[in-house]
């Protein structure tokens, strides 16, 4: 579904990302990790067209490296970005109805059935349809931002740090939503803090490390990989 080929992107006349070869399948969960500063947001930010980059970024075979991100949105690939970034004047109900703004031609009923499905993954939303998002904790507005983009119906989904700052309960919460809404069919990429949790949920992993993909393959192998327990999961797991 997803292809990129020798991406490189830059932040003014700094390059973030060097030559950057990386795959997403049909329903599959890829994982991104690296540490601070590795580039990993850069990337998703890359694929969604807000930083300046050159390389290809094939998506069902069709280059979107010079698409405006709009259009990226309109074809199905929706990001939710690291820290959450809800409309927090808003209500719950109207930031996920601004979650269709890439389907103006959709029905109140197509709407109402949207709304049904996220709240089903996220009942607490449901609960909360009339507060300002201002007013959650961290964990409801990490559940808002992941149903607004829902609310796009997404082809692919990139998660930035859906974990970040988040309890331990929350964070397995979260995780047993992602799980299915990747098993309901949607492709996802993962970019998370806790390696070993996108180790577990993923199909695949990549690691990367100053703005280039230093190893890569199965989650299952990487896990087992003796540099991937040093530099990430500790020496013993």
Same mark, same amino acid.
Do not use: C
């Given at each position: 579904?997803? =292809?990129?080929?020798?991406? #490189? +992107?830059?932040?003014?006349?700094i390059?973030?990302l ?8 049909n ?11 590795a580039g990993?947001t850069? %990337?998703?930010?890359?694929i ?24 990226i ?6 990001q #939710? ?12 109900? &109207?930031?996920? #109805? ?10 109140? /009923?197509?709407i109402?059935?949207d709304?049904?499905?996220v ?5 607490? *939303?449901?609960?909360? $349809? =009339? &507060? *300002?998002a201002?007013? !959650? ?7 808002? /931002?992941?149903?607004? +983009? ?5 082809k !692919?989904?990139? *998660?930035?740090?859906?974990s970040?700052?988040?309890a331990?309960?929350?964070v ?8 299915a ?6 492709p996802?990429?993962l970019?998370? &803090?806790?390696? &070993?949790? /996108? %180790?577990?949920?993923?199909? =695949?992993? $990549?690691?990367?490390e100053?703005?280039?993909?230093? *190893? ?8 087992n ?6 530099a $990430?999961?500790? =020496?013993?797991?």
């Amino acid at each position: 579904m997803l =292809k990129i080929r020798n991406l #490189v +992107a830059n932040y003014g006349h700094i390059e973030a990302l060097h030559g950057i070869s990386l795959d997403v399948g049909n329903k599959e969960m890829v994982a991104l990790i690296g540490s601070n500063g590795a580039g990993k947001t850069t %990337l998703l930010n890359s694929i969604s067209g807000h930083v300046t980059k050159t390389g290809e970024i094939l998506y069902n075979g069709v280059d979107i490296s010079k698409m405006r991100p709009g259009r990226i949105v309109k074809n199905g690939i929706i990001q #939710v970005p690291e820290g959450r970034h809800v409309f927090p004047g808003l209500t719950v109900m &109207q930031n996920l #109805v601004v979650g269709t703004i890439a389907w103006r031609g959709l029905r109140k /009923a197509d709407i109402e059935e949207d709304l049904e499905r996220v709240v089903t993954l996220f009942p607490r *939303l449901k609960e909360r $349809y =009339k &507060q *300002l998002a201002w007013s !959650l904790s961290g964990g409801e507005q990490q559940m808002l /931002a992941m149903g607004r +983009a829902l609310m796009g119906r997404p082809k !692919l989904l990139m *998660l930035d740090e859906p974990s970040m700052g988040l309890a331990p309960k929350v964070v397995e919460e979260m995780f047993e939503a992602i799980v299915a809404i990747n098993n309901s069919g949607t492709p996802i990429l993962l970019v998370e &803090q806790n390696a &070993q949790l /996108a %180790l577990e949920v993923s199909a =695949k992993a $990549y690691i990367i490390e100053g703005g280039k993909i230093k *190893l890569s393959g199965p989650s299952k192998e990487l896990a087992n990989d003796e540099r991937v327990k040093e530099a $990430y999961l500790g =020496k013993t797991r």
